[in-house]
């Protein structure tokens, strides 16, 4: 494509600038949530000679091999700002060859102990593993339970529980889960360690019990001390329950990678990947084109062009359908088809989205959903068009593809177009979004006026008017707030905030977990088969 977009314009210049605002406030809190529990816990946790968490993830990784961390800001602008990527890193890097799933406490945050963003992110980092086919590599370092908020935590699926249920059930199917043990891991957190298919702990600092030397002492008035209940030699020695004992923590670290390289691990891949090309235009482009105001237009087709191989598309139906632009394409040399918004979803976008989903279902190429959407056409002229229909149409195809799906939002994610276009409830193998998107039923301003309208119906002429301007003003500052897009990362709404000059290479990343993980698929059975 020959892209049309000129980078001396005002207009581009303008939204160059407030884009960059956005980034660097995005660097800024990503910092943040690096910083872990903050100095004083960190100098405390390296005079025990125990390594700061993300060091211990960039030793275990292969050096020079990329690292794809999920949800750092989780938990952001919750509990006061006290736990930073609510106390666990996850992500994906290759350990002695392979890709695999890191799931590491932050013990400077509140001891590493679960809060209920904790448990969320830690499922959900079982989930990608489970669906792309990882090992999962657990660095435990890890308090339980946080216990005043335990009703968040402990008692409904979804919480602790399903964290084991999760490893038993991956490892009966193959995944192997692996796990070091770095700190005192009491009640839920060690059954982790005692979960896993083989686990490695370090003497002096590790510990696994059921119960803490103080649980020992008010149930059954016996008194020991740590080490003695469950230190690293007693449980390599006596009671079995880990495998290997390490002197310290770069030994543990390099019995997982010996361990992980030991586990005849296929490599499979399906696609027919082409020779990597960059796209022909800087992708540093892209926050002058899409700007911060999500109610400026653009064309998509320049933001895919600053995304894909060689910038090349191979557009379908170009003529049809104008607001959703489908087109194949090539992302660091994987097949993608990608379905990217350019206005409200009409029928005849719907259908041509459900047209093209049953292509690359048919040709085993993943689908990449761009989403920037209001919704779907409403109206008289849409209802008579058959709009409820075909807009189901394209949700059926989308929930039914037997291929893998990505999701990033790039701007607006609104109302049934969320649905339409994969959003979180649909369960695509990723969702990542750009920090200028927002995620709502509806966008403040529609919101305000529809509750409005509501309350003007149910007073019947009785409104006060200072009462209305309340609720107006309420409405605005509600759904202007739970739209940001780190309110809704904090919770794990998606898998992280991305800067749009990192997403040619999450995608790559993504692609190439999926290719290696879907099996090829037999398709429907010929007619003297069936
Ligand atoms: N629930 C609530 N708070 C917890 C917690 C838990 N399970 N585990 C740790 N914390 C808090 C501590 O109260 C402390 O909070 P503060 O900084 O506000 O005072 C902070 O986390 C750090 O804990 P601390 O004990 O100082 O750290 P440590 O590195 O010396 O020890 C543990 C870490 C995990 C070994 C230790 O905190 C511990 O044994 N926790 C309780 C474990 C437990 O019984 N869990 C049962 C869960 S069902």
Redesign the pocket.
């Known amino acids: 494509m020959i892209s049309r977009i000129d980078s001396r314009s005002d207009t581009f210049l303008r939204n160059a600038e407030s884009y960059a605002g956005l980034v660097a406030e995005l660097r800024e809190r990503v910092q943040w949530a690096m910083a872990g529990g903050g100095e004083k ?1 960190r100098a ?2 390296l005079e ?1 000679g125990k390594l700061p968490v993300r060091d211990r993830i960039d030793l275990l990784l292969d050096a020079g091999s990329p690292f794809l961390e999920l949800s750092a800001l989780a938990g952001f602008g919750l509990y006061g700002n006290e736990v930073p990527a609510a106390g666990v890193v996850t992500g994906i890097g290759r350990v002695s060859g392979v890709p695999c799933m890191l799931i590491a406490n932050d ?1 400077t945050v ?5 809060f209920a963003e904790t448990v969320r992110k830690h499922v959900r980092a079982q989930e990608i593993a489970w669906e792309n086919r990882l090992p999962c590599l657990y660095l435990v370092d ?7 908020e ?1 009703d968040r935590v ?1 008692p409904d699926f979804g919480h602790f529980g399903t964290t084991f249920y999760h490893q038993c059930r991956m490892s009966a199917d193959g995944l192997p889960q692996l796990s070091a043990v770095f ?7 060690a059954y982790i360690p005692a979960l896993s298919d083989e686990s490695v702990m370090v003497e002096g600092t590790g ?1 696994i019990h059921l ?2 030397p ?2 020992v002492k008010a149930a059954i008035a016996e008194v020991v001390d740590g080490e003695t209940l469950g230190g690293a030699a007693m449980h390599a020695r006596v009671s079995g329950v880990t495998d290997y004992l390490a002197v310290n923590e770069h030994q543990a670290l390099a019995k997982l990678r010996d361990i992980v390289a030991h586990l005849n691990w296929p490599r499979a891949g399906h696609a027919t990947r082409l020779p990597v090309r960059a796209p022909l235009y800087d992708a540093q482009e892209i926050g002058g084109i899409v700007g911060t105001d999500l109610k400026q237009p653009y064309d998509v087709r320049e933001v895919i062009a600053r995304l894909v191989d060689g910038s090349e598309m191979q557009e379908f139906k170009p003529e049809y359908g104008a607001t959703l632009v489908t087109t194949f394409a090539h992302l660091h040399g994987y097949p993608l088809g990608i379905l990217a918004n350019n206005g409200v979803l009409f029928s005849e976008s719907s259908l041509k989205g459900a047209h093209f989903i049953e292509l690359c279902n048919q040709r085993r190429i993943p689908l990449l959903f761009l989403q920037n959407i209001t919704g779907f056409m409403v109206g008289t002229e849409a209802e008579r068009g058959g709009i409820a229909k075909h807009s189901a149409k394209l949700v059926y195809a989308m929930a039914t593809a037997r291929v893998p799906r990505f999701t990033v939002m790039i701007g607006g994610s609104y109302g049934a177009g969320n649905y339409g276009m994969s959003g979180r409830g649909f369960a695509p193998r990723f969702l990542f979004s750009w920090p200028n998107s927002r995620i709502a039923t509806m966008s403040a301003d529609v919101a305000s006026n529809v509750l409005l309208d509501l309350r003007r119906g149910s007073l019947k002429g009785d409104a006060d008017p200072a009462a209305l301007a309340e609720l107006e003003a309420q409405t605005r500052a509600q759904f202007d707030a739970q739209s940001d897009p780190y309110y809704a990362t904090a919770r794990l709404w998606d898998d992280g905030i991305i800067e749009p000059t990192h997403t040619r290479d999450v995608l790559g990343i993504c692609l190439e977990l999926a290719d290696a993980s879907t099996p090829r698929f037999e398709g429907v059975s010929p007619v003297y088969r069936m």
């Open positions: 816990l405390r946790h025990r013990a509140k001891g590493g102990s679960f890890c308090g339980g339970a946080y216990l005043p335990q402990f700190g005192g891991c009491t009640a839920g957190g510990r119960g803490g103080p649980i």
